[in-house]
């Protein structure tokens, strides 16, 4: 069982570049999301995928994000023109589609800080 | 929309004695599942146990138990025999089951912060 597989781990960058975060899923798993945490807060849902389709998006996620999950497998956040309120814990899950009883697995999440 | 409520910032519990973590929960669907986990200080999230809301007995795995109390809209989970190694952040989620079968993300609280003292 390899895991929900995050990287990079840590990402510093400065306000107004862009950034590119990539999570490899469980590899049965056809549900992917990806959270973001910040301090002392519980992990606020921004998107989610099943297979390669895009099926919501969380209004926390504004036009300068975007999520992709070509052929169903990987999937890339990229944040464009980073800010500093965009530093937080951005965590990628998967979980089987069927019941509601299958947990998400989480990753170890992408640190990322904008100076 | 759902909510999460964990009115516990920090609890304290000497090692080998029994702790409950409270969550309560806000829907108005029937149909629901209840989460908790664990993320260390490393940062992973960590998987404990599932309640659904129809399910007609508490859930339980190993030391956690769920104290699931359907009408209170809690879900607090029991943790018995607290080792060090349970010092973490908390969190309880919840998933709301439509009957078209959309059934994906979870939402959490804020979590509560464990602290077992030797």
């Known amino acids: 069982d390899t895991g929900v597989s995050q990287d990079p781990r840590h990402k510093i960058t400065k306000r107004g570049q862009n950034v590119t975060f990539r999570c490899d899923p469980i590899?049965?798993?056809?549900?992917l999301y990806w959270y973001r945490q910040t301090l002392g807060q519980g992990p606020e849902f921004l998107t989610y995928?099943?297979?390669?389709?895009?099926?919501?998006k969380s209004r926390l996620l504004s036009d300068r994000f975007s999520a992709e999950r070509p052929k169903g497998s990987f999937s890339t956040l990229e944040i464009q023109r980073t800010e500093q309120g965009d530093s937080a814990m951005y965590l990628c899950?998967?979980?089987?589609?069927?019941?509601?009883?299958?947990?998400?697995?989480f990753g170890n999440g992408t640190r990322l800080t904008v100076t | 929309a759902q909510k999460i409520t964990q009115t516990q910032p920090g609890m304290f519990v000497q090692e080998k004695e029994a702790v409950t973590l409270d969550c309560t929960y806000d829907?108005?669907?029937?149909?629901?599942?209840l989460f908790w986990y664990k993320q260390p200080s490393s940062g992973e999230m960590i998987f404990l146990i599932y309640?659904?809301?129809?399910?007609?007995q508490n859930a339980t795995e190993g030391r956690y138990s769920l104290n699931f109390q359907k009408a209170r809209k809690s879900a607090n989970l029991v943790i018995s025999a607290s080792q060090l190694g349970d010092s973490a952040m908390y969190f309880c989620?919840?998933?709301?089951?439509?009957?078209?079968?959309?059934?994906?993300?979870?939402?959490f609280g804020k979590g509560t912060l464990l602290t077992v003292n030797p």
């Open positions: 899950a998967s979980s089987l589609a069927g019941d509601g009883n299958s947990p998400l697995h």
């Open positions: 590899s049965e798993h056809n549900r």
């Open positions: 995928f099943q297979n390669e389709a895009q099926l919501e």
């Open positions: 829907t108005s669907d029937p149909s629901y599942g």
């Open positions: 309640q659904g809301s129809y399910d007609q």
């Open positions: 989620a919840m998933r709301v089951l439509y009957s078209g079968g959309s059934n994906y993300k979870l939402t």
